[in-house]
């Protein structure tokens, strides 16, 4: 079947520090893998996506590669700042049967 | 272009009661779903529907009904309230053009069932 793991949480950083949040998944066929992002008292909103292997998704600093050897789709952001703090989802959207499977979020608290 | 909407933002229930929460997309989507968001568990798919007239349970449909007679329209009833649906409820949209597949999600509505 189809799943998404992602690390467990919170992560808490000081600004300006590297970010990796790590996603794995499990898929039967090829799918399109996203990051999703979550303010305080609102809905998710998408970050990056990709939609094949070996693509990179990227938005607002934020990085993410298809890797389709290691299942993994970990997000990274070179410096991150105070308005980063959020709740971020990994997921993944099976081609053909248009489900979306969601990992559990990840909080990341930025420090000033 | 509002995108996807959800009424009401807030919502208490006592047990038993019945109520629905309405979701629209002004997108012309043919994609349409349900998510409950709990503590540490994500988003859990409820139901959802490919287009007007045809709906399928997602993982955790039990407790829910719903219908889609327009495009436009996905509402969420629930048909006796219990303590366990207290969590947040997310609507959302997609087109099933292409493989872009990409979600966009309503602002949520927060359920106490007491």
């Known amino acids: 079947g189809n799943s998404v793991t992602q690390m467990e949480g919170p992560v808490t950083l000081s600004e300006e520090a590297f970010l990796t949040i790590n996603c794995t998944y499990t898929a039967t066929g090829y799918p399109s893998l996203f990051w999703y992002v979550q303010y305080p008292g609102e809905g998710l909103q998408l970050l990056l996506k990709a939609t094949k292997a070996d693509d990179k998704g990227s938005n607002k600093g934020f990085e993410a590669t298809y890797r389709k050897e290691t299942t993994s789709f970990h997000l990274e952001k070179g410096s991150v700042q105070v308005s980063d703090s959020a709740v971020y989802f990994c997921a993944l959207s099976d081609r053909g049967f248009n489900k979306f499977y969601f990992g559990s979020g990840t909080k990341l608290n930025v420090k000033p | 272009n509002a995108g996807v909407t959800q009424t009401p933002k807030f919502q208490v229930l006592k047990t038993g009661q019945s109520m629905t929460l309405q979701c629209a997309q002004d997108m012309n989507h043919e994609y349409m779903s349900w998510y409950r968001q709990d503590p540490g568990m994500g988003l859990r798919l409820i139901h959802y529907?490919?287009?007007?007239?045809?709906?399928d349970q997602g993982e955790v449909p039990n407790g829910y009904n719903v219908s889609r007679s327009t495009t436009e329209d996905f509402p969420l009833r629930l048909l006796s309230a219990a303590p366990s649906q207290t969590s947040v409820y997310f609507c959302?949209?997609?087109?099933?053009?292409?493989?872009?597949?990409?979600?966009?999600f309503g602002p949520g509505t927060r359920l106490t069932v007491t």
């Open positions: 959302a949209s997609s087109t099933l053009a292409g493989y872009n597949y990409e979600q966009y």
């Open positions: 529907s490919v287009g007007a007239g045809i709906t």
